[in-house]
Structure formats: C-alpha cells, structure tokens
C-alpha cells in the first residue's frame, strides 16, 4: 500500500512561499506601469518592441540558464545572481526613461532587463518543485504567494503614485537585491552530476526539444504558446483602456485580476484531484474567451469584470501546466521542462503576441479613438481558436510508469 507524501515542514514552507512573494512583487513593479510609464514619458513609438523584448529573450535565456541549472551549478546561486543582474538592468533602463534618453537606448537597456529576468520564473519554480514533497496539493498555495506578492508591488507603485514614473522601476530593482540576498538563505539544490561529454546542444539547452517529441506534451506546449498570444493584449492595452473610461490608479486595478487568480490556485489541487487535465485546461480557455468577451462590452463594470476573470484563466492554463510538466517530466530535466515552457510562452507566445496584437491595435485605431469593441472580439476570437485545437488535439491516454521520463505518455 503507497503511502501519502509526507506534509512539508514549516520551515521549508515559509521559505519557498516567501521567495514566490518577493519575486512576484518584483516583476509586477515592472511589468504592469511600463505601459503607462512608457506613453507619460513619450515612448508609445517603441510600446510594442518593449513589450516583445521579453519574447526575444525568451529564445535565449530560459533554455541555456535550466541547462545550467540541470547539469552545472546549483539552482539558487543562478537564481541568485541572475537577480543581481536583473536589478542592475531595471535601475538602468528606469533611469534612462527618466533622464530621456535616445529612445533605441531606452529600448536596448529594456532588452538587457528581459535577457537577465527571463530566466529566473521557471529557475524560481525548478527550485520550488525539488523540495515539495506532492507538487498536485503544495504547489498551488506556494505559487498563489507570487500573485499576492504581484499584487502588493502593483498596490505599493499606486500608493506612491508611480503608475507612469520611472519610481516604479527603480522600486522594482531594489526588491529584485531583496530576492538575491533572500538566496542566501535558502538551502542549495545540487545539480545532477553530468555523465560523460556534454555537447554544445545539451550546453545551450536544445535537447529539450526532445519532449515534444511526446504527443501530448507537445499539444500542452503548443496550447500554452498559442494561448500567449492573445494574452500579449492585456497588460499593453487594459491599463490605457481603463484609462480611457476614466478610471485612475490603473495598476491598482490590474490587481482584480491576481485576487481571483489566488483563489483558483488554493482550490487548484482539489480540482487536480477531481478532474481531468483536460478539463481543467478547457475551463481555463473558456474563462479566457469570456473574459475579452466582456472587455469587448466596453464598459466600466464589464472590463472590470474582464480582468477579475484573468485570474481564473491565468491560474487554470499556465499553473496546471507547470504541475503537469513536473508530474509528468524525469526530474532530471525538470529546469529544462520549465524552460522550453517559458520558450515557448514567453518567447513564441509573447512575440507573434506583442507584434501582432500591436498590429491588431493599429488598424483598430479611429480618428477620435481605438475601436475597443472591435479590438477585444478579436482577441476573444484567437482564444477560441485555441479552445478547439486544445479540444481536438489532447489525447490523455495511458499512465504513467513508475520512473519517470521524457517520453512516457501522461494521465488524464
């Protein structure tokens, strides 16, 4: 008879929910006011390509730093140092929106901040998943930490009135020195030792393509991706759109959107335990679809409403996958496993979505205004799209053996 996994202790709990809560705090103070900090500073030209900077660097930095982390150097210290670095590129490129730079610097400057913060979500999340003894029930409540830690960054610039100045920024790279000196503190997570040569391919990281190679581990990946696409529209667009309506303190309000996202991830592992992957992903889709559905309304109450639903989606697509990539992956590619999600996500997702969607923007524009109505049932349309390839597509046959690897085929 198997046992039930052990609980995990106080101590370790605290830790990893504390290391989600301050990372999470500072990617928010970072990536929600950088629309409205970069149209105050008369940057609207360079929008797009500052937002699909993340997508560049997520062709580069996640697979090569989980290959690391996989094979070379401890997790933490990469967390650690790729924290430092981060700082340094967000105290850069804050200040030369500040001083007004040449906007091409300006852009560059917020590339070498993506290059160096890629990396460290699906590094964080390898570091996370080592130490949970039963990932279906603990990761949900830890990751929820993240959102919370989110929300309180985006809280903090509001109450500093820092939703378009270079302030939030700045107030971003000190918590990234937070999230470097808290490594300190955390326990390492050795590197499996490497046998034999490793090559130039399984130094940058390409062997994960292996797993998809897998026929519904491609279809989760793929899904994933497609459905970055359309997600590229809302940090970008919402803010203004609020904006425009008349509400003020817009990264204050972006935060709706993460209150529903914690509640869905502390029911999350019941959910894992009572439904098929499948579904869940499916649901997460269909809260996706409505949610720019009520945008297109153009509304106060109904954006509103849009960006509480975000949570919902959010947590039901990109979290299961996480969880399902860590149930269903040899941990000796776990980073690996993270990284090509990110890849895919945050690299393909991210910019086909930030350059399409600002093109779909752009021939939504009207002399007195954007047609918002128009914009948002487009971008309702692309989820839906991606609702029937998830639907058709997904298999979710047989089990799994009891050693896992790359290729078995999952549950659910």
Same mark, same amino acid.
């Given at each position: 008879m198997s046992q039930e996994p052990r609980a995990l202790p106080w101590v370790e709990y605290i830790e990893l929910t504390a290391l989600f809560l301050i990372q999470g705090a500072a990617m928010g103070m970072w990536m929600? /006011?950088?629309?409205?900090? @970069?149209?105050?500073?008369?940057?609207?030209?360079?929008? /797009?390509y500052a937002?699909?900077? !993340?997508?560049?660097?997520?062709?580069?930095?996640?697979?090569?730093?989980?290959?690391?982390?996989?094979?070379h150097a401890s997790p933490v210290r990469v967390l650690r140092w790729l924290s430092l670095a981060t700082a340094a590129a967000m105290a850069l490129a804050s200040t030369a929106i500040q001083l007004g730079w040449n906007p091409w610097l300006v852009l560059a400057l917020i590339q070498l901040h993506a290059l160096c913060s890629s990396p460290t979500w699906s590094i964080a999340s390898t570091i996370v998943f080592a130490r949970l003894r039963d990932a279906k029930r603990e990761f949900g409540p830890i990751r929820a930490m993240a959102t919370l830690g989110w929300m309180g960054g985006c809280w903090l610039v509001s109450a500093l009135n820092a939703d378009s100045s270079p302030r939030a920024g700045f107030n971003g790279a000190v918590t990234w020195v937070v999230v470097a000196?808290? !490594? @300190?503190?955390?326990?390492?997570?050795?590197? /499996?030792k490497s046998t034999g040569k490793v090559t130039l391919r399984e130094r940058l990281g390409l062997d994960a393509l292996a797993l998809l190679k897998n026929h519904d581990h491609r279809v989760v990946f793929i899904t994933a991706a497609l459905f970055n696409i359309p997600l590229a529209a809302f940090y970008p667009y919402t803010p203004p759109h609020l904006k425009e309506l008349g509400l003020t303190h817009t990264t204050a309000w972006m935060t709706l959107g993460q209150v529903t996202e914690v509640l869905a991830m502390l029911f999350l592992a019941r959910l894992l335990t009572n439904w098929r992957l499948k579904w869940i992903l499916a649901v997460g889709l269909v809260c996706g679809v409505v949610r720019y559905a009520l945008c297109a309304l153009n509304g106060k109450a109904w954006i509103l409403l849009g960006v509480t639903l975000h949570g919902c989606s959010f947590t039901l697509v990109y979290i299961t996958a996480q969880i399902y990539l860590d149930d269903r992956i040899d941990p000796a590619w776990r980073a690996r496993a993270q990284a090509l999600m990110s890849l895919l996500t945050g690299g393909v997702g991210n910019l086909v979505g930030f350059l399409g969607v600002g093109w779909w923007f752009s021939i939504n524009a009207r002399p007195n205004g954007e047609n918002w109505p128009l914009f948002w049932t487009g971008i309702a349309a692309m989820v839906a799209a991606v609702l029937a390839y998830f639907l058709i597509a997904y298999h979710g046959r047989g089990k799994p053996p009891e050693g896992k690897n790359p290729d078995y085929s999952p549950t659910s």
């Open positions: 929600v /006011p950088l629309s409205t900090v @970069l149209d105050a500073h008369g940057l609207h030209a360079i929008k /797009p937002f699909a900077s !993340t997508a560049v660097a997520a062709f580069v930095s996640p697979l090569f730093f989980g290959a690391m982390a996989d094979r000196g808290f !490594t @300190l503190l955390l326990p390492e997570v050795e590197a /499996p």
